[in-house]
Nanobody
Framework: EVQLVESGGGEVQAGGSLRLSCAAS????????IAWFRQAPGKERVGIAC????????YYRDSVKGRFTIASDNAKNTVLLQMNSLEPDDTANYYC???????????????????????WGKGALVTVSA
């Protein structure tokens, strides 16, 4: 059974930090890129970070560049999202997702995040208070 399980969400004050973890199982982790998405209340879900560890590729949405860092621990089939300098606008449900790398496009790209995800986690809530 494929599983992507997010953990590490919670509430933090603006300027603070949180680290999200995505534990993957049930599929060939090395064959997939792992991405983080978020969905704020009343807004669409957007991809914010992606890592393809086997290719050494990372991708960040402009709004999180310089504040968020994605990293992969292949030995543990886990992807981390370190979030620093959090702002109230970062409040959202955060989801991890996996997309198989063998396609005609880069999974870790704006296009890949839109069309290339195969598996999804259930989400973790992050709340940033002013």
């Amino acid at each position: 059974e494929v599983q992507l399980v997010e953990s590490g969400g919670g509430e933090v004050q603006a300027g603070g930090s949180l680290r999200l973890s995505c534990a993957a199982s049930g599929f060939a982790f090395d064959d997939y890129a792992i991405a983080w998405f978020r969905q704020a209340p009343g807004k669409e879900r957007v991809g914010i970070a992606c890592i393809s560890a086997q290719e050494g590729i990372t991708y960040y949405r402009d709004s999180v560049k310089g504040r968020f860092t994605i990293a992969s621990d292949n030995a543990k089939n886990t992807v981390l999202l370190q979030m620093n300098s959090l702002e109230p606008d970062d409040t959202a449900n955060y989801y991890c997702a996996a997309g198989e790398r063998v396609r005609g496009f880069d999974i870790c790209s704006a296009y890949g995040l839109q069309y290339g995800m195969d598996y999804w986690g259930k989400g973790a809530l992050v709340t940033v208070s002013a």
